[in-house]
């Protein structure tokens, strides 16, 4: 890691907070979203379920493009933020965790949706015969149950958030030190001379933190699972 410098020290500590602040953020309303698609039948459901995969498929740059037409500074939600909050999305690290946030959210519902369909609704049927209210059958019951698929998404959206590339970089750019996540940051020592040992140290460091991210997510699925299971 020696050929690191302080830009890529510097992104690679970015990437990790945006990620971060990019799933933790998203987290309750994947959680929401999900139940919702898992358990309710609503107009509009087939609707909000494109709405929420098509991040996937659209291009990157795509979605990018719209976070900046619509959080930009020009932007009719941004420029509401930036005078009524003081708050500025595009071209900070702010926009960077908002791109991120949008591109692991699919992922998250996705993952969530799964474990909740799996659990027998008889349970929490048992539980509201016993007496117990909506969110008391949802705290103590289904989500302690859906515990595994939530930490599953969580780690895919982190991991997801980690490497997100074309959107971040359409809203964000890639100023050193201050919006450069890791792949940014390695797509722009690839128009550098003589960068391949950098360019290496930070591949180097995705693969081990996506690896170590996977391995987490197991061990603690592994745990809960016995957890439940008791």
Request: proline share 6%; with cysteine; aromatic share 8%.
């Amino acid at each position: 890691m020696g050929a690191l410098g302080p830009n890529e020290w510097a992104a690679i500590f970015l990437s990790l907070r945006v990620a971060l602040v990019a799933v933790i953020c998203a987290l309750p309303f994947a959680i929401s979203v999900a139940y919702l698609l898992a358990r309710k039948q609503f107009f509009g459901r087939q609707l909000l379920n494109v709405a929420v995969h098509l991040p996937l498929v659209m291009p990157p740059v795509v979605t990018g493009y719209l976070l900046l037409v619509v959080f930009g500074s020009q932007g009719p939600v941004g420029r509401a933020l930036e005078q009524v909050l003081g708050l500025s999305l595009a071209f900070r690290w702010t926009g960077a965790a908002l791109a991120a946030a949008i591109m692991a959210f699919p992922l998250m519902v996705r993952a969530i949706r799964l474990g909740l369909e799996a659990i027998d609704p008889g349970l929490e049927d048992a539980a509201a015969t016993l007496g117990a209210s909506r969110w008391r059958v949802f705290g103590t019951v289904t989500l302690p149950l859906a515990l595994p698929s939530i930490l599953a998404g969580v780690v895919l959206g982190f991991a997801k958030a980690l490497g997100e590339f074309g959107a971040t970089i359409t809203f964000v750019a890639a100023i050193p030190g201050q919006t450069q996540t890791i792949p940014s940051a390695i797509y722009g020592l690839l128009q550098v001379p003589n960068s391949g040992p950098a360019v290496v140290s930070l591949v180097t460091v995705s693969i081990i933190l996506a690896m170590g991210a996977l391995l987490l997510s197991e061990w603690l699925a592994q745990r809960m699972a016995r957890k439940v299971g008791r």
